[in-house]
């Protein structure tokens, strides 16, 4: 299995010129995407199969004529141009997904000039792969990545062995651990997310914390687009110590009081009560931010969460 050389991946720079002004809802998830997007670029396109070298990340939006904007999950700009576009599915292909894929390249392809190929990365539980949709005379094709003929639990004992013997963990194992949700075998993909992290979290001294970082934001990224609400919290619980943990909470908040304060200084309140609680900060914690971030008493700011916290 072939591995990243841990090369630099650039972001492009380029300014959207028809990027609406308007708020199009931005989501605490964001930074840990950007992050692990860097990384797929970076380490783990070429684990998956995917040919190519990387040379920047590629706008995720599409503004089309009828005023709404499709997201993509992640696109690349590959050296010879071309776009390699990335798609996360954790039920099945349908012909539905197929026509949306291939909307996403028509559009992406006119405004960018540019030739798009898809790649479907599937979740270990999908059953149903549908990899082409007839249209018309034409043949739409997207390709199909999944490892089902790895099995995580297998990896997982594999690990825990080596440890147990004492050895030490070595980089190719960290970035298998990363493509667990992507495996055959009959763990639940949650469970091998947490299992994941856990590895990661003990492997000081093994990794740079940049890189320890930047894995737990491509496991945070899978348990976003793979897992249920209850496991997801489990995950934000396991992550929420970490310095990404700590980041994510700032960047939400942060973003959260922007969406708010477009709307006035009372939506500014409401929607970092709100913020808060979804990432999990504490009543008095956010008492203390409305407080500090507001100007306000700690009377004023006790009565203005207790308002939102529902």
Known sequence: MAYGTGGCV??????????????????????????????????????????????????????????????????????????????????????EDLRRFREYEAAVSRKFGVEVVTYVICSSKVKCLKAQLKVGINTYRVKIVRLKGRNADLLFRRLEEKRRRGERLERADFVSVLLTPLMSGESPIGERIIKGMKILRDAKGALSAEE?????????????????????????EMIAMTKLGKLLVDDGIEKGIERGLEQGLEQGMKALTETCKELGVDFRQTVEKVKIRFGISEEEAQEAVRKYWQ
Do not use: C
């Not at 720079?13 to 997007?37: C, F, M, V, Y």
């Not at 009828?66 to 990335?86: G, I, K």
């Not at 320890?212 to 934000?236: R, W």
């Open 10 to 95: 650039k972001e492009d720079i380029r300014k959207d010129e028809e990027k609406p002004s308007e708020n199009q809802g931005l989501h605490h998830e964001d930074l840990a995407l950007k992050t692990a997007a860097h990384y797929f670029g970076e380490e783990l396109l070429p684990a998956l199969g995917i040919s190519g070298i990387v040379e920047y990340i590629a706008p995720t939006e599409t503004v089309k004529l009828e005023a709404r904007q499709m997201y993509q999950d992640f696109n690349y700009v590959m050296e010879d141009r071309s776009w390699s576009h990335l798609e996360f599915e954790s039920d099945s292909v349908t012909d």
């Open 212 to 236: 320890q970082e930047k894995m737990l934001a491509v496991l945070y990224t899978f348990a976003d687009k793979f897992v249920s609400e209850k496991e997801l919290n489990q995950v934000k």
